[in-house]
């Protein structure tokens, strides 16, 4: 073997070393490079927000994630990380969702391609996810009170993350958000509302005039009761009158509280409903109703049910009788009180007959 082959391959090994090292040198240098453009590609989510419907400590809650992509990627996945302390459901299908919009933030859409999650560890959720649009804020809820329940202790440094992911799983984008927890997140509102019961008569008199045998006469003007009120089991009204008929004091004894005699213009008050004829002695009273508004069934009495002339039942001079009640509140519930009369040929003249209805009403509250 020549020297000057030796020298050669002296010189080619010195060159392989050279090599090698360069090689070794340029990857520790690239090296780092290459993985600071890895990690770059993971850039942080323009908006992120996730609201907890509750935030008192130890209450499990609902809530809902909303996050704006910042880089273009494929995703196939979104990552919720629970503040630490969070109890968070083990079981991936109890984390049920849901895009129904619950007054989410001015411009936010419907979480395009999310379902149950597939996959729970530790304190990540992982659910999929369709394909997001750079730009445009999405959110869904989560709807399982279940699924997470808040820390134990009052804190607003409860920190979580929200992760957009491609398959894999690799990072695309990813951002923090701050969820406080109070020890009440509840304010107890009171208030009255007093009792009220309005009952108002819309006059004092009823003058029915001269009186003729050939015709019923009926009140020109009857009288109305409107009743307004929040008596939630509801109302009623009732009635009597002085006599028990019309009283004349120039034929005979008119008392408060006693029936007007025979020869009197009286009436029966036995509850029975009828119609006055032309030219039969008779009296009584017809209620007819109207109400606006109110919870309640306004009913008038059988007995004092009006609407046509002549038609009612007879008042007592010895005890209230209903004239008609309901069963809620009502709004101008109005009773309509027309008096009729019918004479009779033998009727006593007199100008001074003359009778007085009292009318009362409650609330069954």
Not at 65 to 81: D, F, I, L, N
Not at 282 to 301: C, E, I, M, R
Request: with cysteine; net charge negative; glycine share 10%.
């Amino acid at each position: 073997m020549s020297a000057n082959y030796l020298i050669k391959r002296l010189h080619d090994v010195k060159k392989t070393h050279v090599l090698l090292a360069l090689v070794f040198t340029f990857g520790v240098l690239v090296s780092p490079v290459v993985a600071n453009i890895h990690t770059a590609y993971a850039a942080a989510l323009t908006e992120v927000a996730v609201r907890f419907d509750r935030i008192m400590v130890n209450t499990a809650t609902t809530g809902t994630v909303c996050a704006k992509p910042a880089t273009a990627g494929t995703e196939a996945s979104v990552k919720v990380t629970f503040p630490a302390g969070y109890t968070v459901d083990s079981t991936a299908s109890h984390h049920t969702i849901s895009t129904t919009n619950l007054d989410w933030p001015s411009g936010a859409s419907a979480w395009l391609g999310i379902g149950t999650a597939t996959l729970v560890s530790g304190q990540d959720v992982t659910f999929p996810s369709g394909d997001l649009v750079v730009g445009t804020l999405y959110c869904f809820n989560w709807t399982s009170t279940s699924a997470i329940t808040n820390q134990s202790s009052p804190s607003s440094t409860n920190t979580g993350t929200v992760t957009t992911q491609a398959s894999g799983p690799s990072t695309i984008d990813s951002a923090t958000f701050i969820a406080p927890t109070i020890s009440n997140d509840q304010i107890v509102v009171t208030a009255t509302v007093p009792q009220a019961f309005s009952f108002a008569l819309s006059g004092n008199t009823d003058a029915l005039g001269t009186l003729s045998t050939s015709s019923v006469t009926t009140s020109a003007t009857p009288r109305t009761v409107t009743i307004n009120t929040n008596a939630k089991s509801g109302w009623q009204v009732w009635a009597k009158d002085s006599y028990q008929g019309l009283c004349s004091p120039s034929i005979g004894t008119c008392t408060d509280g006693v029936a007007a005699s025979s020869n009197q213009l009286n009436t029966t008050a036995t509850g029975n409903n009828r119609t006055l004829s032309a030219g039969t002695e008779d009296y009584n009273l017809g209620v007819t109703s109207t109400q606006a508004g109110g919870s309640g069934t306004l009913t008038v009495a059988t007995a004092f049910v009006g609407g046509s002339l002549g038609k009612g039942g007879g008042l007592s001079a010895t005890a209230l009788q209903s004239l008609a009640a309901s069963d809620g509140t009502a709004d101008t519930a109005v009773l309509t009180l027309k008096n009729n009369v019918a004479i009779s040929g033998t009727t006593g003249a007199a100008t001074d007959y003359s009778d007085t209805i009292t009318v009362v009403g409650a609330g069954l509250f």
